[in-house]
Nanobody, 114 residues
């Protein structure tokens, strides 16, 4: 059974940092590209970053370039999203996803507020 569990969200001030994690299980993790998405209130879900099975970041939203970094650990079956210089507009629920699949985690809330 495929399972994706995000964690690490929270409340942070503008300019702060958070590191999101996604624990994956139930499939051969190291064979699959993974991605991070986010969905802000009243908006559609958008791609934040995609990372190949080998850990190369292949896609990254313009709005987060230079601030967010996606990575993965194929031993621990984890992907990460390091988020720096957070802005109000980064407030959203963040999800991990197996690229090309309909598998999603439950999401983790990130709120940027002063």
């Amino acid at each position: 059974q495929v399972r994706l569990v995000e964690s690490g969200g929270g409340l942070v001030q503008p300019g702060g940092s958070l590191r999101l994690s996604c624990a994956a299980s139930g499939f051969p993790f190291s064979n699959y590209a993974m991605s991070w998405y986010r969905q802000a209130p009243g908006k559609e879900r958008e791609l934040v970053a995609a990372i190949t099975s080998r850990g190369e970041v292949t896609r990254s939203a313009e709005s987060v370039k230079g601030r967010f970094t996606a990575s993965r650990d194929n031993v621990e079956n984890m992907i990460y999203l390091q988020m720096n210089s957070l802005k109000f507009e980064d407030t959203a629920v963040y999800y991990c996803n197996i690229v090309g699949s309909t598998y999603w985690g439950q999401g983790t809330q990130v709120t940027v507020s002063s």
